[in-house]
């Protein structure tokens, strides 16, 4: 959904306008934008803050799958032990909703 993290040829089609929705009418709660569909992967974050993650291939990289904690400040994605699946701390903006501890 955002070029810099993927390659233009994977895109939406309408990409624009679904960045644009997220970025205004997300207000805080949309943190992350996980995907598919670019072999070698990719990250970047956009000008509000959205963390935007292409998922490497498992076709191309070995034992490319994780999981996903989610803390009340940040996502941690996690690698299986062994696999070649970037693990990397996604911290929430500072204007993100907060979700009570309790919910988690």
Do not use: W
């Not at 490319?64 to 062994?82: C, K, M, N, Q, T």
């Not at 693990?87 to 993100?96: D, G, M, V, Y």
Request: aromatic share 6%.
């Amino acid at each position: 959904m955002y070029e810099p993290a993927a390659s233009a040829r994977t895109l939406l089609y309408d990409a624009d306008e679904a960045l644009a929705l997220l970025q205004a009418e997300g207000g805080g709660r949309v943190v992350a934008v996980l995907a598919g569909h670019l072999h070698r992967g990719g990250y970047a974050a956009d000008e509000s803050g959205i963390h935007h993650v292409t998922l490497q291939s498992p076709l191309n990289y070995r034992d490319s799958f994780g999981h996903v904690d989610v803390h009340a400040d940040r996502l941690e994605l996690i690698g299986a032990p062994g696999g070649e699946f970037i693990s990397r701390t996604l911290p929430f903006p500072a204007k993100a909703a907060r979700c009570p501890a309790s919910a988690l």
